[in-house]
C-alpha cells in the first residue's frame, strides 16, 4: 500500500474510534462491543508502530478517554489518570515481563512480583483527601482533566467521607472504579444497555439525586498524587484501602511468575459468570513502589502494569439461514443458524432471535453479517447486524403466520396487563395435534421438575418419538421393553435401566403430576397452589365434569389468565385423555396438608450449598410443611439463610450485607426441633 492510501486508511481508523469514544464518554452507550473496540485500538497502534509518518494528535495513543462533558466543571487531574496497555496472551505476557527486565537492566532470572487485581469494568473515579475528609471528586474524562462529580460521588455509601487512621496521608488522591452489581442492574428499567453504560449514566447526571437512586459501589486500587504516604507496595497499598475504610476487591492477590498469573487468570474467568459485578480482565502491576518508579511511563500507559483481558464474549459470523422453533406452548421462535465461531472457547452455531418484533425491529435477514453476544448462561443473541455487508439480493424476512409444523393458524394473544398483542406469535391448535408441541410437551414431562424420569433426556423423546414408540405421555408406560431391546443403540442393560427408571416415577405427588402436564401458565408455583386447593386427583379431574373453573379463582394466585389455560385444556378431547390413562397407570398422591400454624410460620428461607444426608427438595418440603416459605432472591424479605456444604460465598456476602440472619444445617433443624 502506498504512502497516500496507508494515511487514508489510518484517518478512517481514527474518525471511527472518535465517533466511539464520543458515544462511550458523552452519551454513556457503547455502539461496538469491547473486543471490536479493542480490536480497532490495537489495528491503530500496530500502523503506528509499523509506518512512522503515521500519528495523529487524536490517536488513543496519545489521549486517553474523551473530553469532559458541558454539564461539570472541568479541574485538571494533579496526576494524569493513566491508561493500560492491553495483554492477550502469553506471548503478550511474556513480552511485557522482557521489556520491564531489559529497562531495569537485571538478571533475565529476576523475580517481579505482580499484583494481581481483577479489572471491573466500571468508571474511572478520582476522589481528593485533605486532612482525612473528602473534598472534591473528579472523573477520568481525557485523563488530563477530568469533570467535577463531588456532588454524584457523595451518594455513594462505599466512598468514606471521613478518614480517621492516623497513617491516612495528608493528602491523597485515591483512585478507583464506580460500577453498579449485576443483580442492581436487572432490578433497574432498561434504560440501559449493560451495567456500565448505567453507572456512567447515573454518575453523570446534573442532579445528584437522580445519581442517588441507583446503588452504585467503588472499589480503591490505586492513586494520584499524595503528600508523605511511607507505603512501600501496591499489595500493603490495597491492605492500607481496606483499614482506612474503602472496599477493595476480594480476589485481588500478591503472584510471582508468569505461569501463576495464568492460573489465576484461568481461574478467574471461571468464576467470571458467578460474580455479581463485570469484569473485562486481570489488571497485573509491578508490586515494589521504587521498581514502579524507575520504570515509570510511556505516552499514557504505566510501563510496570498491563490489562490482561479475558476472552471476547461477542464475536462477528453470518446467518445462514432463519429457522422457526416451536415450543411446548405453542410459541415460535425465530432461531438464526449461524457459521460456527468460537466466542470465549465456545463453539456457537445458533443464536436466538427472540421473536417476530425483534426481527422487524432490526431488519434482521437471512445471509446478513451479525455481532453475536454469549454472556454467562444466557442464550447467544445477535446484539447487531452490519447493514453495509449486506447482500445485494438481500430480502425482508417474513415471518410465517402459519405454523410450519401443522400448519394451523397462528396467533398473538392480547394481553390484559400491558394491553398490548404479546411479541411472541404461536401455533393456536391444542397441544398434541401439532407434532412439534407434543415432542416438546413429551419432553417437559420428562424433565427434571417434572417426572424426573432419569436418563430419559431429550434426544431419547426425540428417538422414540420418531420411531413410533411414544405419542402421548402415557405411552412412556406402556412402552414394549422387549421390542426395545432390539432397537440400535439398546441393550438389555440399558433397556432394564430406563425400565427401572420409569417405574420408579409411577408413585407422584398431585403437584408434579399437574406440572408435568405443561399447562400453559401453570408452572411448578402454580401447580403446587393448585394440588393443595384440589386436595387430590380425583378432585382434579372432576373439573372437566363439573366445568366449574371459577372455583379456582379462591385460589391466592390464581387469577383470569390461568383460568383461560386451565378450561383450554380441558375443552379439549387429547388431553382429557391423556390425563385420564395416566390416572389408570399411576398412583398420583394426594396433596399434602401443611399446618397453617408451624414452627416456620411467616418465615422466609432461602438455601445454598448442600445439605448433609437431605436433599434440596426434601429441605424445601420440611420448610413448607412447618408454614415456611422459600424464597429465591435474597432481599430484604429475606429472613434466613441456610447455608449448607461448598455455599455461594456471594450469597452469604450478599446477606451478610443486608443483616440477614446465617444458619447452618443443625441451627436451622434446632428450629424444627430437630437434631442433625
Ligand atoms: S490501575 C495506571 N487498577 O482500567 C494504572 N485500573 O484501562 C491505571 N481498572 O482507567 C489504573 N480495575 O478504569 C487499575 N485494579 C485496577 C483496575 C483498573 C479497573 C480500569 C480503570 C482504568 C482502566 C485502565
Request: aromatic letters at 12%; glycine letters at 4%; one cysteine or more.
Given at each position: 500500500m502506498n504512502e497516500?492510501?496507508?494515511?487514508?486508511?489510518?484517518?478512517?481508523?481514527?474518525?471511527?474510534?472518535?465517533?466511539?469514544?464520543?458515544?462511550?464518554?458523552?452519551?454513556?452507550?457503547?455502539?461496538?462491543?469491547d473486543s471490536e473496540y479493542d480490536r480497532l485500538k490495537k489495528e491503530i497502534f500496530d500502523l503506528e508502530k509499523k509506518y512512522n509518518f503515521l500519528k495523529d494528535p487524536k490517536s488513543p495513543s496519545l489521549i486517553v478517554g474523551y473530553k469532559p462533558s458541558k454539564n461539570f466543571k472541568k479541574l485538571k487531574h494533579k496526576v494524569q489518570m493513566l491508561s493500560l496497555s492491553n495483554a492477550f496472551n502469553k506471548e503478550?505476557?511474556?513480552?511485557?515481563?522482557?521489556?520491564?527486565?531489559?529497562?531495569?537492566?537485571?538478571?533475565?532470572?529476576?523475580?517481579?512480583?505482580?499484583?494481581?487485581?481483577?479489572?471491573?469494568?466500571?468508571?474511572?473515579?478520582?476522589?481528593?483527601?485533605?486532612?482525612?475528609?473528602?473534598?472534591?471528586g473528579l472523573s477520568r474524562g481525557d485523563g488530563k482533566e477530568g469533570e467535577d462529580i463531588t456532588e454524584n460521588l457523595k451518594t455513594i455509601k462505599d466512598i468514606p467521607r471521613k478518614i480517621l487512621e492516623k497513617n491516612f496521608p495528608k493528602e491523597i488522591d485515591i483512585r478507583g472504579e464506580v460500577f453498579i452489581k449485576n443483580s442492581d442492574f436487572k432490578k433497574l428499567s432498561n434504560k440501559f444497555a449493560n451495567p456500565r453504560n448505567a453507572a456512567s449514566g447515573s454518575l453523570r447526571q446534573k442532579d445528584s439525586k437522580e445519581t442517588k437512586k441507583i446503588p452504585l459501589k467503588f472499589i480503591a486500587y490505586t492513586f494520584g498524587f499524595e503528600k508523605n504516604m511511607k507505603i512501600k507496595?501496591?499489595?500493603?497499598?490495597?491492605?492500607?484501602?481496606?483499614?482506612?475504610?474503602?472496599?477493595?476487591?476480594?480476589?485481588?492477590?500478591?503472584?510471582?511468575?508468569?505461569?501463576n498469573l495464568l492460573k489465576n487468570y484461568?481461574?478467574?474467568?471461571?468464576?467470571?459468570?458467578?460474580?455479581?459485578?463485570?469484569?473485562?480482565?486481570?489488571?497485573?502491576?509491578v508490586n515494589d513502589f521504587k521498581i514502579q518508579k524507575r520504570l515509570g511511563n510511556v505516552a499514557n500507559a504505566p510501563r510496570w502494569a498491563i490489562a490482561h483481558k479475558f476472552s471476547a464474549n461477542s464475536g462477528i459470523s453470518k446467518i445462514l439461514n432463519i429457522e422457526i422453533q416451536i415450543g411446548r406452548t405453542g410459541a415460535l421462535t425465530p432461531v438464526a443458524k449461524i457459521k460456527p465461531i468460537n466466542i470465549g472457547g465456545v463453539v456457537v452455531s445458533n443464536a436466538t432471535l427472540h421473536n417476530e418484533d425483534e426481527i422487524k425491529r432490526k431488519d434482521i435477514r437471512e445471509g446478513d453479517i451479525a455481532t453475536i453476544e454469549r454472556a454467562g448462561d444466557v442464550i447467544p443473541h445477535i446484539t447487531s447486524i452490519d447493514k453495509k455487508k449486506r447482500p445485494q439480493n438481500s430480502q425482508k424476512f417474513t415471518f410465517p403466520l402459519k405454523c410450519p409444523s401443522?400448519?394451523?393458524?397462528?396467533?398473538?394473544?392480547?394481553?390484559?396487563?400491558?394491553?398490548?398483542k404479546d411479541a411472541v406469535r404461536r401455533c393456536s391448535s391444542e397441544g398434541y395435534e401439532c407434532e412439534k408441541v407434543s415432542i416438546e410437551k413429551i419432553?417437559?414431562?420428562?424433565?427434571?421438575?417434572?417426572?424426573?424420569?432419569?436418563?430419559?433426556?431429550?434426544?431419547?423423546?426425540?428417538?422414540?418419538?420418531?420411531?413410533?414408540?411414544?405419542?402421548?405421555?402415557?405411552?412412556?408406560?406402556?412402552?414394549?421393553?422387549?421390542?426395545?431391546?432390539?432397537?440400535?443403540?439398546?441393550?438389555?442393560?440399558?433397556?432394564?435401566?430406563?425400565?427401572?427408571?420409569?417405574?420408579?416415577?409411577?408413585?407422584?405427588?398431585?403437584?408434579?403430576?399437574?406440572?408435568?402436564?405443561?399447562?400453559?401458565?401453570?408452572?411448578?408455583?402454580?401447580?403446587?397452589?393448585?394440588?393443595?386447593?384440589?386436595?387430590?386427583?380425583?378432585?382434579f379431574l372432576a373439573l372437566s365434569k363439573i366445568n366449574n373453573f371459577d372455583e379456582l379463582l379462591n385460589i391466592d394466585g390464581i387469577g383470569e389468565t390461568q383460568i383461560k389455560s386451565i378450561r383450554n385444556?380441558?375443552?379439549?378431547?387429547?388431553?382429557?385423555?391423556?390425563?385420564?390413562?395416566?390416572?389408570?397407570?399411576?398412583?398420583?398422591?394426594d396433596s399434602i396438608e401443611f399446618k397453617k400454624d408451624g414452627l416456620l410460620k411467616n418465615k422466609t428461607f432461602m438455601l445454598t450449598g448442600k445439605l448433609n444426608g437431605m436433599s434440596r427438595a426434601e429441605a424445601k418440603s420440611l420448610i413448607e410443611q412447618n408454614s415456611g416459605?422459600?424464597?429465591?432472591?435474597?432481599?430484604?424479605?429475606?429472613?434466613?439463610?441456610?447455608?449448607?456444604?461448598?455455599?455461594?460465598?456471594?450469597?452469604?456476602?450478599?446477606?451478610?450485607?443486608?443483616?440477614?440472619?446465617?444458619?447452618?444445617?443443625?441451627?436451622?433443624?434446632?428450629?424444627?426441633?430437630?437434631?442433625?
Open positions: 497516500k492510501l496507508l494515511k487514508k486508511e489510518y484517518s478512517k481508523k481514527i474518525l471511527e474510534i472518535q465517533k466511539y469514544n464520543k458515544a462511550y464518554y458523552d452519551k454513556s452507550a457503547s455502539i461496538i462491543s503478550d505476557l511474556e513480552n511485557f515481563e522482557k521489556r520491564i527486565i531489559n529497562y531495569l537492566n537485571v538478571k533475565k532470572d529476576f523475580k517481579i512480583e505482580y499484583s494481581a487485581e481483577p479489572k471491573i469494568d466500571g468508571i474511572s473515579a478520582s476522589l481528593i483527601y485533605k486532612n482525612g475528609k473528602f473534598i472534591t507496595s501496591q499489595s500493603e497499598f490495597l491492605m492500607n484501602l481496606d483499614k482506612w475504610g474503602f472496599k477493595t476487591n476480594p480476589f485481588n492477590k500478591k503472584i510471582v511468575g508468569i505461569e484461568n481461574l478467574i474467568e471461571q468464576k467470571r459468570d458467578a460474580l455479581d459485578f463485570d469484569i473485562d480482565g486481570i489488571v497485573y502491576k401443522c400448519g394451523s393458524n397462528t396467533i398473538k394473544d392480547y394481553n390484559f396487563i400491558t394491553k398490548k419432553k417437559h414431562f420428562v424433565s427434571k421438575e417434572a417426572f424426573n424420569i432419569e436418563g430419559f433426556g431429550k434426544k431419547i423423546v426425540e428417538n422414540f418419538w420418531s420411531l413410533n414408540l411414544i405419542k402421548l405421555p402415557q405411552d412412556i408406560f406402556k412402552l414394549d421393553y422387549d421390542k426395545l431391546k432390539s432397537i440400535e443403540g439398546w441393550g438389555v442393560q440399558s433397556v432394564s435401566n430406563l425400565k427401572y427408571s420409569i417405574d420408579q416415577r409411577k408413585k407422584i405427588p398431585l403437584e408434579k403430576f399437574i406440572y408435568a402436564l405443561g399447562i400453559r401458565h401453570i408452572g411448578l408455583e402454580n401447580a403446587k397452589l393448585i394440588s393443595r386447593f384440589l386436595k387430590n386427583i380425583k378432585n385444556f380441558f375443552n379439549n378431547e387429547t388431553n382429557l385423555k391423556v390425563i385420564n390413562d395416566l390416572d389408570k397407570i399411576l398412583s398420583i398422591q416459605s422459600i424464597i429465591s432472591n435474597i432481599s430484604k424479605k429475606l429472613d434466613y439463610l441456610i447455608v449448607g456444604e461448598k455455599a455461594t460465598k456471594r450469597k452469604v456476602d450478599q446477606a451478610k450485607d443486608l443483616n440477614i440472619k446465617i444458619l447452618d444445617q443443625s441451627d436451622w433443624l434446632k428450629m424444627l426441633n430437630k437434631s442433625s
